[in-house]
């Protein structure tokens, strides 16, 4: 008879390797795993979208959204004339929006579409030019310092907007303040959305625009018409994402007090949250079954061109 072998209680060097690649490749996964789940811009951007509960239509053709805002007066503007912050209390980082007014206009232009903006997860400067009369290509300058400042507050402790900007920025501008969103959008990368309203801007070319864009023109506009600017641009944007409604009224159909403000805000909001949040969410109050009702009512929409699926 064979005499037992008993085990020496040593564990062969092949063997020993194996574990020990085993152990490092655990620890490497769970190592990259934690490095994902804590990366702070990834959790930033979660942040915002949890509080933001599924769209509906009434509550986007509501007056405001979801989230609880404040305002806050710019007390020394950088390259504007004036400007009024409004913005998300609760805690994260938002996308930021600049609002700009047209020609003799101030804030009160687009006052109407702070709070809903806000609201809805951005921040939101709401700025006055240097005088009532600047041309589109100032407006466009000034447009890009609100931006730059937006992005210095946020990053400044104590700043009431401290931390509230992820970065992230968008234009909505009137008339001339649309032509500058356009000049904006063709010369600063920092912006990734615009939304020209009524936007005039004579002689110029943004073929090169790339950014996605929702053109909204008044149907009765004598000033601005879309025939005239917003149509031929959008045309001729042929890399960009791209949204034209056009809505009865004269020059005046997107400023406080005129037009269907449930339904502009409707489309304002779903537009910036899909392009500057990339939340899909959004995407059939524009291009899904939800868009219907709105596309193919002739007393709210006189013309309806889109780059759908957006």
């Not at 064979?2 to 062969?12: A, E, H, L, M």
């Not at 085993?22 to 789940?37: N, P, Q, Y």
């Not at 779903?270 to 995407?283: A, K």
Request: aromatic content about 8%; some cysteine; proline content about 8%.
């Amino acid at each position: 008879m064979r005499p037992t072998r008993r085990s020496s209680g040593r564990t062969s060097p092949l063997r020993s390797r194996a574990v020990a690649m085993l152990i490092a490749l655990a620890a490497t996964l769970v190592s990259t795993l934690l490095t994902v789940s804590v990366t702070p811009t990834a959790a930033a951007e979660r942040q915002p979208l949890a509080r933001i509960p599924n769209p509906t239509t009434a509550s986007l053709e509501a007056t405001n959204g979801p989230l609880a805002t404040a305002t806050y007066a710019v007390p020394n503007p950088s390259g504007y004339g004036s400007g009024t912050i409004t913005y998300p209390t609760a805690g994260g980082s938002y996308p930021g929006v600049v609002l700009m007014p047209g020609y003799q206009g101030t804030q009160q232009n687009l006052q109407w579409l702070a709070p809903r903006l806000a609201s809805w997860g951005f921040v939101v400067l709401n700025v006055g030019t240097h005088t009532l009369t600047d041309d589109p290509a100032s407006r466009g300058r000034q447009i890009s310092a609100a931006g730059t400042q937006l992005l210095s507050f946020s990053s400044a402790s104590g700043n009431p907007i401290h931390g509230k900007v992820n970065g992230t920025l968008g234009a909505a501008g009137h008339s001339m303040g649309g032509g500058g969103v356009m000049a904006a959008l063709r010369d600063d990368s920092r912006f990734k959305a615009g939304v020209p309203l009524a936007p005039y801007n004579p002689n110029q070319n943004f073929s090169g625009v790339t950014d996605p864009t929702f053109f909204m023109t008044c149907q009765s506009d004598p000033v601005a018409h879309g025939n005239t600017y917003a149509l031929p641009w959008y045309n001729s944007m042929s890399q960009a994402e791209k949204l034209y409604i056009e809505v009865p009224g004269d020059h005046l159909c997107p400023m406080t007090g005129y037009g269907n403000k449930a339904k502009q805000g409707k489309w304002i909001v779903s537009f910036f949250s899909r392009w500057l949040y990339g939340d899909t969410r959004f995407s059939p109050f524009l291009c899904g079954a939800a868009r219907e009702a709105d596309k193919n009512n002739a007393s709210l929409v006189t013309r309806w061109q889109d780059t759908c699926p957006l």
